[in-house]
């Protein structure tokens, strides 16, 4: 028997595992269905194009489109000890003080921006330095490389002619900003949530970790959680906690645990024949998920990064360059620059992220390819999103694949800050110094011009941003999920501690604010033990 069980060995869990054993007095079980990180590749920066379209570390979700005309397309998590720490595009983007702010303003205490910036200063090794604003020492190395490049100085030098200020640091305010991406690299290396967590805990004897176990639902006495039941290879095993078992799954598995568990929609339930233990209506309700507009164009001449990296021979050059010095363009994250701003002169925050890299893709190709020709891309797409998703489970065994009915741009809000990217991308583009890098405009094309053309194309496009929420939404009211200290409503022992439990989009990614929200959590379970 353990003290605790932690499910699922992502961003979340590998953060828990870490902080909870430093009581050597504490018994941990972490519980993982993907495998260990030992493949290079997942340490290797770059590697993330390769890692990202495998069955081995991801989960391709199939996904059930909603209307007519909609496209069939995978929502892609990390299936390997990190989760989607281990295979993501590294991005290291906290979300800012409005947002905790009002995650407190909806009956939540403890979860304002005064609770959370100490937690991410504790957790960051910055390249920078530390600041007020920043933490140096800590687990989670965070690098922003500034690099000596053509076009990634010409995207700078029109970011500014467009308003917004270069910051040397992305994360310090709130404001209309680019700058080089803070990204979860240190010394040429991917810091994921297992190398930055997870490793120092599993050399601790109060930690056990569990690989390639599925863990098939929760396991109760009266009303209380005691444990899970897990299906290794072959076999079904039970594994009971003293105190809590603790739910760190993510945005898909969460809800689909719970589910099977007897915890939700009568009626979700019932349709995949599962009893009813208690009612939780919200359950794989409320998924907001991030939706993208990408704006692809051609430069003039052999320029950017494309050229270095698009052929075989060069990357097997530059693999070997990254062997020898940790360096070069496979040791950087998977985008260059980041941007913010505001969709309309109105707003008082920016409402938009935009991604930079000085490099093309192949767009007729069905995998992850770069092109033949130079060029830069662009993708934007509006971060704190109000359209509502669900997912819920497909039928009673962990292996049936589960119904997520995505929904993208159809509330009023994300229509008009959509409708204004492309055309952001487009002046952008036309400023100079990058203007005159710039031959053509090569996706969409200037077929796609109108706000509804545009917001078609963010519907029907397949450009999922990867980044969503809500399944099991923190909140003050009955029909919420979990309480403000992440403990499920209507049973006892059973806490969800993963991003299903933000009720709105912290401004961004959620990588960083996943960890935070792990080590804030870790502080509550201890206050109560």
């Not at 009813?276 to 939706?291: A, D, F, K």
């Not at 662009?378 to 009915?405: A, C, K």
Request: net charge positive; aromatic share 6%.
């Amino acid at each position: 028997m353990y003290d605790y069980i932690i499910v699922g060995a992502g961003a979340a869990g590998c953060v828990l595992a870490d902080r909870l054993t430093e009581d050597p007095a504490v018994q941990v079980l972490l519980v993982e269905y993907g495998g260990r990180d030992r493949n290079p590749m997942l340490s290797i920066p770059k590697g993330f194009y390769f890692t990202l379209q495998s069955s081995r570390y991801c989960y391709h979700y199939p996904t059930q489109p909603v209307g007519p005309g909609k496209i069939a397309e995978s929502w892609t998590r990390g299936k390997v000890q990190g989760g989607s720490t281990s295979i993501n595009g590294m991005m290291y983007i906290r979300g800012a003080q409005p947002d905790y702010d009002a995650i407190a303003r909806r009956g939540n205490p403890g979860w304002a921006w005064s609770d959370m910036l100490p937690v991410f200063r504790a957790m960051e090794d910055h390249g920078l330095g530390a600041s007020e604003l920043r933490g140096a020492g800590g687990p989670v190395g965070v690098t922003i490389s500034e690099q000596n490049e053509q076009v990634c100085a010409a995207i700078l030098g029109a970011a500014q002619r467009m308003g917004l200020r270069h910051a040397a640091d992305f994360n310090e305010d709130d404001s209309e900003r680019i700058g080089f991406t803070p990204s979860t690299i240190r010394n040429g290396v991917r810091v994921s949530a297992a190398s930055a967590f997870l490793r120092p805990a599993a050399k601790r004897p109060n930690l056990t970790v569990l690989t390639g176990r599925r863990v098939g639902h929760l396991l109760f006495d009266g009303t209380r959680v005691v444990g899970v039941r897990a299906r290794g290879r072959s076999t079904y095993r039970d594994y009971t906690a003293r105190r809590e078992v603790l739910v760190a799954a993510g945005t898909i598995e969460t809800p689909l645990l719970l589910e099977r568990s007897g915890i939700g929609r009568a009626d979700v339930l019932a349709g995949a024949g599962v009893v009813l233990r208690v009612e939780s209506p919200n359950v794989g309700e409320r998924v907001i998920e991030q939706r993208g507009v990408k704006l692809q164009v051609r430069l003039k001449g052999r320029i950017g990064l494309t050229h270095t990296l698009n052929t075989v021979p060069k990357q097997g050059l530059q693999g070997a360059r990254y062997l020898v010095t940790r360096g070069g363009p496979i040791a950087t994250a998977g985008y260059d620059l980041v941007c913010a701003f505001r969709s309309s002169a109105g707003l008082a925050r920016p409402d938009i992220q935009g991604i930079w890299m000085p490099m093309a893709l192949n767009t007729a190709a069905d995998r992850m390819k770069l092109a033949k020709y130079s060029g830069a891309t662009f993708v934007g797409y509006p971060i704190r999103p109000t359209t509502r998703s669900s997912v819920h489970l497909g039928g009673p065994s962990p292996e049936d694949p589960p119904l997520i009915r995505p929904r993208y741009v159809e509330t009023d809000e994300d229509r008009a800050a959509t409708a204004r990217i492309l055309d952001w991308g487009r002046e952008m583009v036309a400023q100079d110094p990058l203007a005159e890098l710039v031959e053509s405009e090569d996706q969409p094309g200037p077929a796609i011009s109108t706000a509804e053309q545009v917001v078609r194309l963010a519907q029907d496009s397949p450009l999922g941003i990867y980044h969503a929420i809500g399944s099991a939404a923190m909140g003050p009211n009955a029909d919420d999920v979990v309480d403000g200290r992440l403990r499920v409503r209507g049973v006892e022992g059973l806490r969800i501690i993963d991003a299903s439990v933000f009720a709105e989009q912290p401004a961004g990614n959620t990588a960083a604010p996943t960890m935070a929200l792990a080590w804030r959590a870790a502080d509550l379970i201890r206050q109560e033990s």
